[in-house]
């Protein structure tokens, strides 16, 4: 059974910073998402297996994901952070099958930027 394990999150000032993690059951492509309120859900940043790693424009010189596949698991360093960053983050696990590919993803965790 595929599972992700999410932690941190929380309270945050504007300006501050906060990490998120995930442990995960493998070494494949992660992403982070987050969805804002009343907003659809969003890509953050992604990584490969390899430790490729893509940002959205919002993000890109703020959050830095990274992996330690040691320990299974994905994090997201938050920086800078703004009030369009409160969302719940979910990280994502992409896993092959012989029929394609299959997402899994973590419950959340709920990062709130006060001003």
């Known amino acids: 059974q595929v599972h992700l394990v999410q932690s941190g999150g929380g309270l945050v000032h504007s300006g501050g910073s906060l990490s998120l993690s995930c442990q995960h059951s493998?070494?494949?492509?992660m992403a982070w998402y987050r969805q804002r309120p009343g907003k659809q859900r969003e890509l953050v940043a992604n990584?490969?297996?390899?430790?490729?790693?893509d940002y959205a424009e919002s993000v890109k010189g703020r959050f830095t994901i990274s992996r330690d596949n040691a320990k299974n698991t994905v994090y997201l360093q938050m920086n800078s952070v703004k009030a369009e960053g409160t969302a719940i983050y979910y990280c994502?696990?992409?896993?092959?099958?012989?029929?394609?590919?299959?997402?899994?993803w973590g419950q959340g965790t709920q990062v709130t930027v006060s001003s």
């Open positions: 994502k696990i992409r896993i092959p099958t012989s029929k394609g590919e299959s997402d899994y």
């Open positions: 493998g070494l494949y492509a």
């Open positions: 990584i490969t297996s390899g430790g490729r790693v």
